[in-house]
């Protein structure tokens, strides 16, 4: 006798039930779905990064069932759920399972499917293995599709462009943004929507997503011809970057650090002297006489409405340095353990991080923390004018990345603790719409998926002063474009060591200015040597400060390259802005791989020592020491024209071009921004 198939349908939603498991297939945005599966228990609907969909997108999607086989069209995502039910002789009884597998309706190309049983192998596509007492570790396993390339991912200290054939953990750390986007060649989108540390596998035999501690499978997935439709299908679902404002497109001045309000002052006053364009200064970390005050130690910075006033005459914002780190010798520490606003170790002593004194992190997954965090900056800076934030250690450090030792208000670190930076941004975005401001922007030094919504700058952490380094930040910043998190920047010169006497650096500094002046945001920072002690009036110790990093620090050759790009900066601004609405009202990366813009080009999908600025300019930074020319790949379908020399060149093509010290290689498409050729010429 046939038995009935297991498969519920409402709408366009299925629901197959089986072995325990409850599996739910909807539609979920244009051309796109969500999977969800859970063991003997509904499977929630957590609003991790994913948005509720608009209906409208959803007109058209149905689902047909013929026998054991259910079909959901939606757009150009078609998904086949096919049940099979079989008496397993070795167990004994019978057993049912579901397969997925996603195809192209517009063209009936398979785009991506789970691993087949094996036969006696009997694989488990979705494993849900439970935890004795609770919650469960999910793998879902996937078949590998030949020859595509994956991009995205969020930001991994690799110069790796193609994913294929990486392992990455699914977890934050100083330098490293886990962001479960990625995106295929063969023309899918996925999101793994599950904040659990974990791991993603893209082997050569099958890709694995893995989450250690969750209480549900969840992922999403949409279907498009290209890059830019993907990119704009994950903006709707997960949310558009706000439009970037005016002070994040020119220049930003900032040091490990100012240590003084009259010190920070000079710098600005310096710099408009000498004519040069400045839109934000940053007034770093220990501002504040501990970790956890979150206000200025009245000390150094007397009159900080004073210094804000003259700021704005200048035409510069202070942006000020959060941390989330709250010392126990801190003024709100009391209140905020005694409430259960900070973070919990689940065992031995509740410190989290020592860094100049013991110190626990706020819990900015409970909303009654982002409160408290919001009132408490605007009481003490935004009462001052101050409206740019710089939420550090947002992945959040601890001093051991011990994840399972810690638990928050929504769960378990193993569990929730990779949404800790989209909660964080999120504190300081609803505060700043609260009180009128629709363009949120605060600098964080880590993302999770949705994190764009929240006006997220990311930066990509405390990384070395090395051409390794530098290398390693062009195929970041394209896959965290890809990740759907639009604005990124970098320490220009790297973070760590980089001595203001050494010749050597200064090189480094001039090749990483350039490509800074091609990044979403271009920030110069850094902890420079030779170091600066710092004391107070009464000759207690404060934390140190780095040597000098102004424009005019590294001597009078190094200024003059220098001086010329953040001017070059200034003339891209009308061009920065069209590229910025583009993200904001189309979720378009802004520093982007040359395969955005040109799929139909095999070649760009491989290109990982160039990006594109918006559609229009190709830069190639200089990457190496010593390089007196390098060659640049011209993507076909395209002419381009060299900025330094005006030279016209056919796509398809490489070009060797000659780079002295005072030119990097930038190309622009098709005759764009003429006014802007001959910018980089020696003078």
């Not at 997108?57 to 079909?71: C, E, L, P, Q």
Request: with cysteine; net charge negative; aromatic share 10%.
């Amino acid at each position: 006798m046939a038995l009935p198939h297991g498969f519920e349908v409402d709408g366009a939603r299925v629901t197959w039930r089986g072995g325990g498991e409850t599996l739910v297939v909807e539609p979920w945005g244009a051309d796109s779905v969500r999977v969800r599966a859970a063991l003997k228990s509904d499977v929630g609907d957590d609003d991790w990064a994913l948005l509720p969909p608009a209906d409208a997108t959803h007109a058209g999607a149905a689902v047909t069932v013929d026998g054991h086989v259910a079909t959901l069209e939606h757009g150009r995502m078609r998904v086949v759920l096919t049940e099979t039910l079989l008496h397993h002789e070795a167990r004994g009884y019978l057993v049912a399972r579901c397969h997925l597998a996603f195809h192209d309706a517009a063209t009936g190309r398979l785009l991506l499917r789970e691993v087949d049983p094996g036969g006696s192998l009997h694989l488990r596509a979705r494993d849900l293995r439970p935890h004795l007492g609770g919650d469960l570790a999910v793998t879902a396993a996937f078949d590998p599709v030949p020859g595509e390339r994956l991009y995205g991912m969020g930001q991994y200290q690799q110069h790796v462009l193609d994913l294929k054939g990486s392992t990455l953990e699914l977890a934050h750390r100083n330098s490293q943004a886990s962001v479960p986007f990625v995106m295929s060649s063969a023309g899918y989108g996925f999101l793994w929507h599950n904040p659990a540390v974990g791991r993603a596998t893209f082997a050569t035999n099958r890709t694995e997503w893995h989450a250690g501690v969750t209480e549900r499978l969840d992922y999403w997935i949409t279907a498009a011809a290209t890059p830019a439709e993907i990119a704009a299908r994950y903006a709707d679902a997960t949310g558009h970057a706000p439009m970037m404002p005016e002070h994040g497109l020119g220049f930003w001045q900032c040091k490990l650090r100012y240590w003084n309000q009259e010190q920070l002052l000079d710098v600005v006053r310096e710099h408009r002297r000498r004519g040069l364009p400045m839109d934000v200064v940053v007034a770093d970390f220990f501002h504040w006489p501990h970790m956890g005050d979150f206000r200025f130690e009245d000390e150094f910075w007397p009159d900080p409405a004073a210094m804000v006033a003259e700021l704005r005459e200048l035409g510069v914002e202070l942006m000020v340095s959060v941390w989330p780190q709250v010392a126990s010798a801190s003024e709100n520490y009391a209140q905020l353990s005694r409430g259960n606003l900070l973070v919990r170790a689940d065992r031995g002593l509740d410190v989290h991080m020592a860094f100049e004194g013991p110190s626990a992190f706020l819990d900015v997954t409970d909303p009654r923390a982002r409160d408290w965090l919001w009132r408490t900056l605007r009481r003490n800076y935004g009462e001052h004018g101050i409206r740019l934030f710089w939420l550090d250690e947002a992945e959040p450090e601890y001093g051991e990345y011990d994840l399972d030792a810690y638990r928050y208000h929504l769960g378990p670190a193993a569990k929730v603790g990779n949404l800790y930076p989209q909660r964080f941004a999120q504190a300081v975005a609803d505060g700043l719409r609260a009180d009128g401001d629709d363009q949120p922007l605060a600098l964080l030094r880590c993302a999770w998926a949705g994190s764009q919504r929240h006006g997220a700058l990311v930066w990509s952490g405390d990384i070395s002063s090395t051409f390794d380094d530098l290398r390693r930040q062009v195929t970041a910043g394209i896959h965290m474009g890809v990740a759907g998190i639009p604005w990124f920047t970098t320490d220009i010169g790297g973070f760590h060591r980089g001595d203001v006497t050494d010749p050597a650096f200064h090189e480094l500094l001039i090749r990483w200015f350039q490509f800074g002046a091609f990044c979403p945001v271009m920030r110069l920072h850094g902890d420079r040597l030779p170091y600066e002690q710092v004391t107070a009036a009464d000759g207690s110790r404060r934390l140190r400060s780095g040597g000098p990093n102004e424009l005019w620090s590294f001597g009078e050759d190094v200024f003059e390259v220098l001086s010329r790009y953040v001017r070059l900066r200034e003339a891209l601004r009308p061009y920065l802005r069209d590229v910025m609405r583009a993200a904001h009202e189309a979720g378009q990366p802004v520093m982007r791989g040359l395969f955005h813009d040109f799929p139909g080009d095999g070649r760009a999908w491989t290109v990982d020592d160039q990006f594109l600025l918006g559609p229009d300019v190709l830069v190639a930074p200089v990457l190496r020491a010593g390089a007196a020319e390098r060659d640049v790949y011209l993507p076909a379908g395209a002419r381009w024209t060299d900025m330094a020399t005006g030279a016209v060149h056919d796509g398809g093509a490489v070009v060797r071009v000659p780079t002295p010290v005072d030119v990097v290689p930038v190309f622009l498409r098709d005759g764009a921004l003429p006014h802007l050729v001959g910018s980089t010429t020696a003078s």
